[in-house]
């Protein structure tokens, strides 16, 4: 069966997908649908490419395969609640999304975090960043060959995740971080857990480098390969590890610090070659430096509210609910109804793992979000894929995709 | 030609072969969740047997993913189930809607709905995963599908070999289960 290249490329236009080919030579050029389902995609993510034998001529990613609508969702629910959905976005990163939103809100509210709370979020964020880059690792390796890299990856991340279903009560879209505070003190015997990862993951790193930071066969398909510039990257709005990697030395938590990220002393890595093992070293010690201003919180942890408790925003204890008619009709109406926000609109960007993450957040003076909007870093980084894989081969491809290490739940939200 | 960092690679590999397995083998071998964790729910009782739901409806407004039904009635003399004036006659929980975010357990102004860290929530059609009150209350015993032999502790440190069979569990809660949330004190 042998239909001619200039059949194809009719049937390919007359079914409407002409809108995604740049230029079409009928002759030598071939487009590839790589996805929506495949494994180097890392989720529904499809690129229609168009090659010259093994080179990409052009790459057009194409989103939206598990758009479900979440901002929207938010408008149904209450301030509150919305955490539930917000934390969904990025699904690697969910103290992140929580963390954003809330910081919104708070904005919105005008209310103060106690300083618990705050370095109750840095701890649980900064373990977060390390579990999302040990996923990065994982499937960075794996896409690479090294599928051990796979392995120990996901292992450390489990004794993390462990943690957050002690102090969360879930493993992923723990509905954790709310505005105001945190949804609940740290358990008794929480500083042991943190003490023994802090422990085991400074050898760890060091195993991961072992593995594969020398590997001839890594460095050959690492080294040179995806190259984008610091230009390139502020023409894109690339951020992250991304940005660092190609020398732009940005990073919120130092930059434009939030919550108590002042008190905290660390290095922000950057790199200038902007390719993909310049990407892999600053990913890598980010993790060393998520490890050091973690010994500082558990060093420093205050005592004192883990949330905001004014009567407005919490719902009266346990005893009181017990006790008085009044809490009783209070917690009646903070649950059927919420609090409400004063109207205005609020943005406010966190470091994510991927970048800036950053919520933006509109109330109308009642007691759901007019609106809620999230600039998620995986759907900015995206745009960067093309300029990264542009006249590389097909191989490199999977290689560059890796390393921008995008979050489809976040791309389409 | 850069066979020392090959070399290198590969003492990691090995080394790693000979460490202690860390996967472990389910659903045989069980490890029990840490007691915050979010699992499926029980209806509590108060200590003389009437039930602590009064059927109010706040656990399903405050449920984000609408996964909550309660059809609340009168208690009289004869038909009486809590020790208010109202007791819940439907109560659902649809387990292919809930997104176990604990929302409903926070707005529960009674302590009657309580979550268990039962995870294994699997069924064979649509129906069964609508779980009645008949089921959720905390005297029904849950059921599992598959016998557990040994069972870890939440931070696998400990091994326990579990005699009667493993199919059964008690769903009701160790006491300090329900966290106040305003007592406003750190934890240490
Ligand atoms: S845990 Fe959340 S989703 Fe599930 S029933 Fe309760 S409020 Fe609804
Ligand atoms: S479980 Fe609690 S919140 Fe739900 S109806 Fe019963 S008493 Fe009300």
Redesign the interface.
Known sequence: MSRSADAIAEAFEAAGHGAYVESFDRDERMIINMGPVHPATHGVLRLVLELDAETVVSCRPVIGYLHTGMEKECED?NW??AI??VTRMDYLAPFFNEHGYSIAVEELLGIEVPK?GQYIRVLISELNRISSHLVWFGTQGLDMGAI?AMF?GF?ER?VIL?FY??????RM?N?YVIPGGVW?????G??P?VENILGLLPGRIQ?YE???S???VFLERTKGIGTITADECGTLSTTGPIARAAGIDWDLRRDMPYGAYPDFEFDVPTATEGDVYARYTVRMEEMRQSVRILGQVVDG??????KN?DPKL????????NRSMEA?IH??KL??QGYTVPAGEAYAAVESPRGELGVYAVSDGGTAPYRVHVRDPSFVNLQALPVMVRDGLVADLIASIASVDPVLGGVDR | ??LP??L??M???IT?VFKRK?TISYPEVRRQ??????GRHILDRHPDGLEKCIGCE?CA??C??DAIYVVGAENTPENRFSPGERYAQIYQINYLRC?????CV??C?T?ALL?TTEFELSGDSRDELIYTKEQLIVDAPIIRHWPAKTEYS??RSEKVKIKDGGMVRDARYPENF???????????
């Open positions: 629910q509150r609640s539930t959905i618990r051990s120990y292992r489990e462990d279903e002690m102090v969360t009560g879930l879209n509905n609940e003190d740290l358990p008794d929480w500083r857990v195993e072992d593995l594969l020398e590997n001839p942890m205050p005592d004192g509210d883990y408790m919490t719902p009266p204890s346990r005893s009181e609910l009783v917690h009646f649950v059927t | 030609m850069a960092e090959i290198n690679g003492k990691v590999v790693n860390e969740p840490y007691p915050r964790f979010k706040l407004g405050a984000p993913a997104i176990f975010c604990g929302l926070e707005a102004p302590e979550m939440p931070d329900l966290p106040d949330t305003r007592t406003g004190k750190g934890s240490e």
